[in-house]
């Protein structure tokens, strides 16, 4: 096998496993007055181990976000939107990755690796003592 075929079946294998850790699904949710509520219990897929997450669509949004939950407990929102030429980036296990130029995020929207300089955006989320994540759309970090 030469090196081309090797790199593009490489390509491939990693394409498939990274489409695997990632969310499959968008859930489609309505905002109440400019907040999304989405109860832990409805979500299971929140609760995996290492921190889980839900790529969701507010209704009347221009695109999905994605809700991580991080190994310490704590409950964040992104946007996936690529802060270096605005491609979209892929969750994969551990961290964003943009399939355009390759930038990559941690999974709490920090940049680890360039071309990109700034953070994902993030929209401030909380966790209520009863297992609701709040969600405000109508402002972004």
Same mark, same amino acid.
Request: proline share 8%; net charge positive; with cysteine.
């Given at each position: 096998?030469?090196?081309? &075929? =090797?790199? !593009?079946? #490489?390509?491939?294998?990693?394409?498939?496993?990274?489409?695997?850790?990632?969310?499959? =699904?968008?859930?489609?949710?309505?905002?109440?007055? #400019?907040?999304?509520?989405?109860?832990?219990?409805?979500?299971? !897929?929140? %609760? &995996?181990?290492?921190?889980?997450?839900? &790529?969701?669509?507010?209704?009347?949004?221009?695109?999905?976000?994605?809700?991580?939950?991080?190994? %310490?407990?704590?409950?964040?929102?992104?946007?996936?939107?690529? /802060? +270096?030429?605005?491609?979209?980036?892929?969750?994969?296990?551990? !961290? =964003?990755?943009?399939?355009? +130029?390759?930038?990559?995020?941690?999974?709490?929207?920090?940049?680890? /690796? #360039?071309?990109?300089?700034?953070?994902?955006? &993030? =929209?401030?989320?909380?966790?209520?003592?009863?297992?609701?994540? !709040?969600?405000?759309?109508?402002? %972004? %970090?």
């Amino acid at each position: 096998m030469d090196r081309r &075929r =090797f790199v !593009e079946s #490489g390509t491939l294998a990693l394409a498939g496993i990274l489409v695997g850790c990632a969310p499959r =699904f968008t859930t489609i949710v309505t905002p109440d007055h #400019g907040r999304v509520r989405l109860l832990l219990r409805n979500h299971p !897929e929140l %609760s &995996r181990p290492g921190g889980g997450a839900i &790529r969701i669509l507010p209704e009347g949004a221009a695109g999905p976000l994605y809700v991580v939950m991080l190994e %310490s407990g704590e409950a964040l929102t992104v946007s996936p939107v690529c /802060k +270096h030429l605005g491609c979209i980036v892929e969750l994969n296990a551990q !961290e =964003f990755v943009c399939p355009c +130029h390759g930038s990559r995020y941690a999974r709490n929207g920090a940049v680890r /690796k #360039g071309p990109t300089q700034l953070p994902l955006d &993030r =929209f401030p989320t909380r966790m209520t003592e009863d297992g609701v994540i !709040e969600i405000d759309l109508r402002m %972004s %970090s």
